[in-house]
């Protein structure tokens, strides 16, 4: 009887540390809650801010990973073809800038200048935005659609599918979303696998 007992145990010790390691954050179809973070403009930027939106797409990216470097040119195009049909792009940079001081608040909006970003890029001050959301990476994606409860999570993952080469691209998995979301079809891949580096804590 106590090596049944002792063997139950074992088992439960192994089932709650799979569940712990397993990410956490918002899945499908969760209710995001809103932020309030800093811009390169100084001022704070809130989703609530955005009266007339009607989703967002939150990009967890950075200045200092190769990935997310690769994706500026098309996140651009992500802000320009979607914010005036109600989605804006969203920029949240969540590395730890004790680790990684390239991605100081300084060389973000030198960054942004340089590139000529056109849409807020936020600095995730004590990173408590990007692990409520769940991400690890940058670039990683969240698209949002305003509904009766909230900002509800619709997309998670990459922005497409070949992060090397745009013109090689054959599933834009943001677009797809979003263009799900303005025809009011349902989204065929909601989840993917996002590829980048790991976000630095």
């Avoid at 969203?90 to 849409?119: H, S």
């Avoid at 998995?173 to 989204?187: F, M, R, T």
Wanted: a positive charge.
């Amino acid at each position: 009887m106590k090596n049944i007992k002792g063997i139950i145990a074992v088992v439960a010790i192994v089932m709650l540390s799979g569940f712990a390691t397993m990410k956490s954050g918002y899945k499908i179809g969760d209710i995001a809650t809103d932020f309030k973070l800093e811009n390169i403009d100084g001022k704070m930027v809130s989703l609530s801010d955005y009266k007339d939106a009607k989703g967002f797409i939150v990009i967890f990216t950075c200045n200092t990973c190769p990935y997310s470097v690769a994706y500026e040119d098309r996140i651009i195009a992500l802000d320009k073809k979607y914010a005036s049909k109600g989605y804006p792009v969203i920029a949240i940079m969540p590395n730890n800038t004790e680790v990684q001081p390239r991605d100081n608040m300084e060389a973000m909006k030198e960054r942004a200048k340089r590139k000529g970003f056109t849409f807020p890029y936020l600095k995730d001050e004590g990173q408590k935005i990007s692990p409520q959301y769940g991400a690890t990476k940058t670039p990683e994606v969240y698209v949002l659609q305003k509904t009766n409860k909230g900002n509800e999570v619709k997309y998670i993952g990459a922005i497409d599918d070949n992060y090397q080469d745009a013109t090689a691209v054959e599933s834009k998995y943001v677009e797809n979303a979003v263009d799900a979301l303005l025809s009011g079809q349902p989204i065929k891949e909601s989840q993917t696998r996002a590829i980048g580096c790991s976000i630095k804590l």
